[in-house]
Structures are given as structure tokens and as C-alpha cells.
């Protein structure tokens, strides 16, 4: 009993001012450690939305690289609303024209399809064309949007979106003999910046978009090369700059991280004469 006593006594407790002194240091480094992870925690969530803001551009110029350089048309600059401007630029958007199918048989016909008529039959074998395509008859220079479709399997009746510039006959000579009228049907596809987002409207032809990229900070990415004296430079169709932003963290004391993004896409083929 005696040993025990004399053990408990010889143990000592906290004093006040240890008590004191310990508080001090937790309220001066328990702020510290705070503000290092919330601007460890500030920094990752910055630093992934720049990425994905990076990475959404990329992709945006990746798809635009592969359609420009599959176009088969001559790509015509727009406004931020799609309508077509005259220049080479800059401007908010780029439209044209992407290969979808053929190439098919305009119907052989005794009478033809004479100046005047917007209805063109065409042998689609099963392929079902869309309102909003484009018929594209080379030998004629026939470029015209579809605006309904007829019923039927092999043959389909197009109705154009105006009426034949030129005639189309399927039988000539004497004897008379039919002549294969081939015809292309194709796709437009725009892309446009509106706002800070990047817009695309693909090959539905229903005038719905989709968004490539957001936080961009080039209203006007798009223009077509021009050599040092002004003309057209045949090698490429189109230019692209494109830059992104993360303007979010401004008010955080943060620099704003950037991307910017350059390209001139060369020509693949041509198909159309016209937009």
C-alpha cells in the first residue's frame, strides 16, 4: 500500500500554463494547416478544370481537323447565327459539305427532268436520303438541298429545294439509248462559336447542335488562307485559332491558365462547285 501511494504521488498532471501554452500553438498552427489544404484543395479543382477545359478544346480541334480534311466543298465562313458571310475572315463559324453516300443513278426517264421541275428520282438501292442532304450532280453542276422524300426502296423521288438550273436527260442519241447520270448525296456540317462555347451542328440536318468546347476566348477562330498576295491558298481550306481560358478563378487571386490552338487544314478532294 505504501509502494502504491508513493507511485501515485510521484506522477504529475498538466499545469495551466502548459495547458495554456499547448492552446496557442493549436490556434496559431491549426489556421496555417487550414489554409494549406484549402489551397491545396483550390489549386486541384483550378487545375481540373483547366484540364478539362484544355481537353474539350483539343477534342473540339481534333473533329474539326478530321471533317475539314475530309470535306468535299469548298468551306464557306459564317456569323455566330450560321448565315454566310462574304472575306476570308476571321468569323465565329465554318460550314461545308462531308461526303454521305453514292454514288447512285438518277432514274433513266423518257421524258427527262427538264428546267423548271425541283423532282429528281434517283436509284438508291435501300439508302434512305434525309431531308436537309444535298443532291449533288457533277456533270451538271447540280447542287441542290433535299426538302422531302418520296417512298420506295430502288427508286426514290426527290424533291429539291429549288427548281433544275439545267435539264437532266437519261436517254440520247439515235438510236435512243440510256446514259447513267451519276449523283452524290451529301452532308453539312457547321461549326460555330457562340458566346464562349464552341457549337456543332452535324449531319442530322435538324439544326440541333452539340457543345465541343466551353471557356473559349476566341469569338472569331476561323478564316481562310490567303497567300502573301491575297489569293486563296489552294493547299489549305480553312485556318483555325482557337484559345481557352479558365477565367473562374480570377477572384481566388490565380493567374488564368490559357491554350491556344492553331491549324490549317489541306485539302483532301473536291466534290462541289458550290456551297
Known amino acids: 500500500m505504501k509502494h502504491t501511494t508513493r507511485h501515485l504521488l510521484g506522477q504529475r498532471a498538466y499545469t495551466l500554463i502548459e495547458l495554456m501554452i499547448c492552446t496557442a500553438i493549436i490556434g496559431v498552427t491549426g489556421p496555417i494547416l487550414y489554409y494549406i489544404l484549402n ?13 478539362i477545359a484544355h481537353q474539350e478544346a483539343r477534342v473540339a480541334v481534333l473533329q474539326m481537323e ?44 423518257t ?14 438501292n435501300g439508302y434512305l436520303p ?13 447542287e441542290l438541298d433535299i426538302s422531302a422524300v418520296g417512298a420506295g426502296s430502288t427508286d426514290r423521288s426527290l424533291t429539291l429545294a429549288s427548281n433544275l438550273p439545267v435539264a437532266v436527260y437519261t436517254k440520247l442519241g439515235v438510236p435512243v439509248q440510256d446514259v ?14 457562340n458566346g464562349s462555347q464552341l457549337l456543332y451542328y452535324g ?23 490567303v497567300t502573301p498576295l491575297g489569293a486563296p491558298y489552294n493547299r489549305f481550306v480553312a485556318a483555325i485559332n482557337l484559345s481557352t481560358a479558365d477565367t473562374s478563378t ?26
Open 66 to 109: 478530321q471533317d475539314l480534311h475530309s470535306a468535299i466543298s469548298i468551306p464557306q465562313l459564317t456569323d455566330a447565327t450560321k448565315t454566310p458571310i462574304a472575306g476570308n475572315g476571321p468569323a465565329a463559324g465554318i460550314t461545308f459539305q462531308l461526303f454521305a453516300a453514292g454514288p447512285f443513278q438518277i432514274t433513266p426517264s
Open 180 to 193: 447513267n447520270v451519276v449523283c452524290f448525296i451529301t452532308d453539312r456540317v457547321t461549326y460555330v462559336v
Open 250 to 275: 480570377s477572384n481566388r487571386h490565380f493567374k488564368a491558365a490559357n491554350m491556344f490552338l492553331n491549324a490549317m487544314e489541306p485539302y483532301r478532294a473536291r466534290l462541289c462547285i458550290y456551297q
Open 39 to 51: 489551397t491545396g484543395m483550390v489549386l486541384f479543382a483550378k487545375n481540373t478544370a483547366i484540364n
Open 203 to 225: 449531319r442530322k440536318n435538324n439544326n440541333t447542335y452539340k457543345v465541343m468546347a466551353n471557356d473559349l476566348t476566341a469569338a472569331i477562330p476561323f478564316s481562310i488562307p
Open 111 to 124: 421524258t427527262g427532268y427538264p428546267t423548271g421541275q425541283s423532282q429528281v428520282s434517283v436509284r438508291v
Open 130 to 142: 434525309s431531308v436537309g442532304q444535298r443532291l449533288i450532280i457533277p456533270t451538271h453542276q447540280i
